[in-house]
């Protein structure tokens, strides 16, 4: 365990369905992430967070929609997604939104594998 | 793009070899950071090397950075077969940005035979 704990590992859902995404990090980190990893392409930065505001949104489409109702939780809401939404969610966080220039950078949970059907 | 890139996108060896994995990019950085993947699952951080720093060394990991041909390099040494795993590079921007946010590269898949 790396300290960032995400949930469900797999997530299988229809077009229509809504879901969330869930992610618990107790590392007393103040910046948290939002990562899609899509087969044969870099990561994708999604969604960054800071102390629970957000800071930065890499042109996602509105169908995600993230949450960061304190410091340690960060979930993002699905609805209405495409197949081409399938891939592995991964949240990050780090100390603070300096974090990737320590020495330790980026703590990764285990991802959420999404499948759109 | 402003995205890495590594090479080779896969590499196969047997246990006891050296590994290289390179990786380019095309602006000015920071800093540069390695990760780890297994399959299906997070990334973990391997090392960091700054931007004035030019080798650095973490047990049988070394990485060299090249500023001046935007490149780097992480070597694995006496391969195992548990190092088989996906490994990316990633870097933060020097500049143009208010935060530390991390691009990464495609990543190359290594296999170790045992």
């Known amino acids: 365990e790396t300290g960032v704990t995400q949930t469900p590992r797999h997530l299988v859902m229809g077009m229509t369905n809504k879901k969330s995404l869930k992610c618990e990090q107790h590392l007393g980190h103040n910046a948290m992430y939002w990562y899609k990893q899509s087969a044969k392409k870099p990561l994708e930065l999604m969604f960054v967070?800071?102390?629970?505001?957000?800071?930065e949104n890499n042109s996602v489409p509105s169908r995600f929609s993230p949450e960061c109702p304190n410091s340690s939780h960060l979930f993002l809401h699905l609805h209405t997604l495409q197949p081409e939404d399938s891939a592995l969610y991964l949240c990050?966080?780090?100390?603070?939104?300096?974090?990737?220039?320590?020495?330790?950078?980026?703590?990764f949970g285990s991802g959420t594998r999404l499948t759109v059907v | 793009s402003q995205q890495g890139e590594e090479d080779p996108q896969a590499l196969s060896i047997q246990e006891g070899e050296n590994a290289t994995m390179n990786c380019s990019y095309k602006?000015?950085?920071?800093?540069l950071q390695w990760y780890r993947q297994n399959s299906g699952r997070g990334l973990v951080h391997l090392i960091l090397i700054r931007s004035n720093e030019r080798e650095k060394h973490s047990g049988r990991l070394r990485v060299t950075l090249d500023t001046s041909k935007k490149s780097s390099s992480l070597l694995i040494t006496a391969s195992r077969a548990a190092d088989t795993a996906s490994y990316f590079c990633a870097f933060t921007g020097a500049g143009g940005t208010s935060y530390g946010k991390l691009t990464f590269g495609q990543g190359t898949i290594l296999t170790v035979h045992p």
């Open positions: 602006t000015s950085i920071n800093n």
């Open positions: 990050a966080s780090s100390q603070d939104l300096q974090g990737a220039q320590a020495s330790y950078g980026y703590t």
């Open positions: 967070y800071s102390l629970e505001e957000r800071v």
